[in-house]
């Protein structure tokens, strides 16, 4: 037994075992798979044929090993995607032996393997250099790899580095022109010194996934912030340490800013949920979608209207720049008249009972038959000898019988002032 075998096992084992006619049976249908016949030597232990799909997705395979190039290259000529996740991968010279014999590949995931140990020269990253899509995540890699690989990828456009634990980002001698999407979630970095760096580094970036980073505050002027990421289209902030009003105030000076997402930041903590998006909408006049839901027209007005009226009682010292911008363009509102639209549970209404009169609070949740209850030490009658008439004050139509026994009076709109009128049941 040699040392791959009790290590691990090979990347082609891993393939001959899942993607055997046994276990992956050939499907008919435009990109559903080819079948490739070896051209290894006789005797060659890989089975007669394999339908190998264009994405092979080998996830905890236990593979430690690249195996035979040959074979590799024999198979793998077409594939496109390898997701070689979860597996006991430890040597970058193995997984470039992978690698270089998948000449198409353009996207590869090595998430959970264990890298932070494994030294990467410049000439065994070139064997990367057709990849645009690379995931590390939760592989501990430290950012010298991370740069080589950077200086050896010129087609590079998206690159994960979750789950790393970061407190720092250490600056590349050289940029990476052509990364548009970073996500590095789920780390440790806690000054926005550490993000200055990741916009020196990429300047062509869209897109920055930061979530679950507790980022303290934006500590940049807007001239700064502008030059740093001229192409900035969409962040993610959820989960960050932001907790002043000025931070959200900073984001505006990102030129091509789209989209937002900011949930989970004490700064708002104390509002509800409504006036958390209409405060964030306003403030950010640029942003078309927030936590991913899309800001309509109708709905920026809406929310740019509530900001002002949210800060009419505030002091001159205390009003936001935005604020001042929004008076520009609405003029000074007046407070809207507060309406109570909650539902009523009581009425006080006028009981009427031949020529007897009397003011009564009823319940409007309880139904005509406890109305009848209520009402029996009122007029002296049994319940089963009452008729109850309910006139609205406010129309003009005639008394409305409350025939129904199980019915609620709040489906006949009782208001206060109304009248409930008592007819003792003809003998």
Same mark, same amino acid.
């Given at each position: ?11 082609? !084992? ?5 993607? @055997?006619?046994?276990? %992956? ?30 994405? #092979? ?34 040597? *970058? ?6 690698? @270089? ?31 645009? =899509? %690379?995931?590390?995540?939760?592989? !501990? ?10 200086? +050896? ?15 720092? &980002? ?8 052509? #990364? ?9 970095? /806690? ?28 500590? +940049? ?5 502008? =030059? ?11 989960? @960050?340490?932001?907790?002043? *009003? ?47 839901? &899309? ?8 929310? +740019?209207? %509530?900001?002002?009226? $949210? ?12 604020? /001042?911008?929004? &008076? ?17 549970? /009581? ?5 009427? %009972?031949?020529?007897?009169?009397? !003011? ?27 008729? #109850? ?7 003009? $139509? ?5 025939? $129904? ?6 489906? $006949? ?15």
């Amino acid at each position: 037994m040699d040392s791959s075998e009790i290590e691990g096992r090979t990347f082609m !084992q891993a393939i001959s075992e899942k993607y @055997s006619p046994e276990n %992956f049976p050939c499907r008919r249908g435009p990109g559903m798979g080819v079948v490739v016949v070896p051209s290894g030597p006789q005797g060659s232990p890989m089975k007669d044929r394999l339908n190998l799909p264009s994405v #092979l997705v080998l996830n905890g395979c236990g593979i430690s090993h690249a195996g035979d190039q040959g074979e590799i290259a024999a198979f793998c000529a077409h594939v496109v995607e390898l997701d070689l996740s979860h597996n006991k991968l430890q040597d *970058w010279h193995e997984i470039s032996k992978i690698v @270089s014999n998948v000449p198409n590949l353009e996207f590869l995931n090595l998430s959970s393997n264990q890298l932070s140990d494994a030294v990467l020269d410049p000439d065994c990253a070139k064997a990367f250099s057709s990849i645009r =899509r %690379f995931v590390l995540n939760n592989t !501990q890699v430290s950012w010298d790899t991370v740069h080589t690989f950077t200086q +050896e990828m010129p087609e590079l456009e998206e690159l994960f580095l979750c789950l790393n634990e970061y407190t720092t &980002v250490t600056l590349a001698a050289m940029p990476c022109p052509t #990364l548009r999407l970073l996500h590095i979630t789920d780390n440790n970095l /806690h000054e926005w010194n550490e993000v200055r760096k990741i916009g020196s580094m990429f300047p062509a970036l869209d897109t920055l996934v930061m979530a679950n980073n507790n980022l303290n505050s934006i500590q +940049e002027s807007g001239e700064i912030l502008h =030059r740093l990421f001229p192409n900035l289209r969409s962040i993610n902030l959820h989960n @960050s340490g932001l907790n002043r *009003w000025e931070d959200i105030e900073k984001l505006t000076f990102l030129p091509k800013l789209e989209e937002v997402r900011l949930q989970g930041i004490p700064l708002l903590q104390t509002y509800t949920s409504t006036e958390r998006r209409s405060l964030m909408i306003a403030q950010l006049p640029s942003v078309t979608s927030l936590n991913g839901s &899309v800001v309509t027209d109708g709905e920026r007005e809406d929310a +740019e209207r %509530f900001f002002i009226r $949210y800060h009419l009682d505030h002091s001159e010292e205390e009003l936001p720049h935005r604020y /001042h911008c929004l &008076v520009t363009k609405y003029g000074k509102l007046a407070p809207l008249a507060e309406i109570d639209l909650r539902p009523r549970f /009581h009425a006080k209404v006028e009981v009427r %009972f031949e020529d007897k009169v009397e !003011q009564v609070s009823i319940r409007l949740d309880q139904t005509v038959a406890e109305l009848k209850k209520q009402l029996k030490t009122v007029v002296q009658l049994p319940t089963n000898n009452m008729r #109850l008439y309910y006139i609205d004050k406010g129309t003009a $139509y005639g008394p409305d019988e409350l025939k $129904y026994s199980a019915r609620a009076l709040h489906s $006949y709109s009782i208001q206060d002032g109304d009248e409930i009128l008592v007819v003792p049941k003809a003998k």
